[in-house]
């Protein structure tokens, strides 16, 4: 019997068990020591593979492939990696003439999130720049800029939402009345 796991289109080996053991040194070497075949079930023709330390290179599709003598039977799934945002940061910078300036930045997000910010009667308040970077281990990382002009009024709740897991975090923002009447913030 001989049950192999593959990612893509058998282009990188996952795991590999072949009459009754585990072959090492044949996996990816992205997969080295990260998997772990689950043999409980393999008479009731079950077989799992667990992946343990998920990384966003991780996301994609698998292929299960099963042989034993005459038969063989090949099924694939699709595993979705979503990461829920690590850090959030609010910057307000010192009033100008045109208004109050906030920046919400926030990072560590698979896959890239969605940004908005709305004010106390729950209206979009439209930004005026909007960027997004991927740094090396593949998560994202948001930057919002509002400009806030002096007749805006109360609190804000800045909304950041993965479009997979359909979670969201939610940033309260609290404008003292000196920070919008153009006086400055203290």
């Known amino acids: 019997m001989e ?3 593959f990612k893509g289109d058998h282009s990188k080996l996952v795991h590999l068990y072949r009459d009754g053991r585990e072959v090492k040194g044949e996996a990816a070497p992205e997969y080295v ?3 772990e075949f689950v043999r409980e079930a393999i008479g009731e023709g079950k077989v799992t593979l667990r992946l343990h330390n998920i990384r966003v290179s991780d996301n994609g599709t698998y292929q299960c492939s099963f042989k034993e003598g005459n038969f063989s039977n090949v099924a694939s799934m699709d595993l979705n990696v979503a ?3 690590l850090e959030t940061q ?3 910078q010192a009033p100008r003439t045109d208004g109050l300036m ?3 930045n926030s990072g560590g997000w698979f896959p890239q999130p969605q940004m908005v910010c709305r004010d106390s009667k729950g209206e979009v308040i439209p930004h005026s720049s909007q960027s997004y970077s991927q740094v090396g281990a593949g998560l994202f990382h948001i930057k919002m800029t509002l400009l806030l002009s002096y007749k ?3 609190d804000m709740i800045c909304y950041i939402h993965n479009p997979l897991s359909n979670e969201e975090k939610q940033i309260n923002i609290i404008l003292a009345g000196e920070c919008l009447s153009g006086f400055g913030c203290q």
């Open 3 to 5: 049950v192999s796991w």
């Open 33 to 35: 020591d990260r998997t």
């Open 83 to 85: 990461a829920l945002g």
């Open 90 to 92: 609010i910057h307000i």
């Open 102 to 104: 906030v920046e919400c």
């Open 152 to 154: 805006s009024q109360g």
